[in-house]
């Protein structure tokens, strides 16, 4: 599987961005499509994800009302539309797939991630 992200770029405080991740190659059953973000020097850490049998969503809680989680089923794809951008919200963000269920049920763990995008780069200015 391989995942491609891409619509990150350079934005003032307060604009949007919508960005996109396709799954191509071979396809596997999947369960949850995530992103993540990783700023320099600092962890990667969990954005939102979004089940794809029922379109459940979850978000990491400073990005909750200006993120929006989406998938289109019959183009194996996923947005993140990013909204009132913050400074603070500037990192290399990367999707990823989850293609079963794991254990434990979390969809926040990027350990439990089976395949992953290259990222895109999104900077906002102040």
């Known amino acids: 599987v391989q995942l491609q992200a891409y619509g990150g770029g350079l934005v003032q405080a307060g604009g949007s961005l919508t960005l996109s991740c396709t799954a191509s190659g071979r396809t596997f059953p999947t369960y949850t499509m995530g992103w993540f973000r990783q700023a320099p020097g600092q962890e990667r850490e969990f954005v939102a994800a979004i089940t794809w049998s029922d379109g459940s969503t979850l978000y990491k809680d400073s990005v909750k009302g200006r993120f929006t989680i989406s998938k289109d089923n019959a183009k194996n794809a996923v947005y993140l539309q990013v909204d009132s951008l913050k400074p603070e919200d500037s990192a290399l963000y990367y999707c990823?797939?989850?293609?079963?269920?794991?254990?434990?049920?979390?969809?926040?763990?990027?350990?439990?991630?089976?395949?992953w995008g290259q990222g895109t780069l999104v900077t906002v200015s102040s």
């Open positions: 990823a797939t989850q293609v079963r269920k794991y254990a434990s049920g979390r969809v926040d763990d990027q350990y439990e991630y089976d395949y």
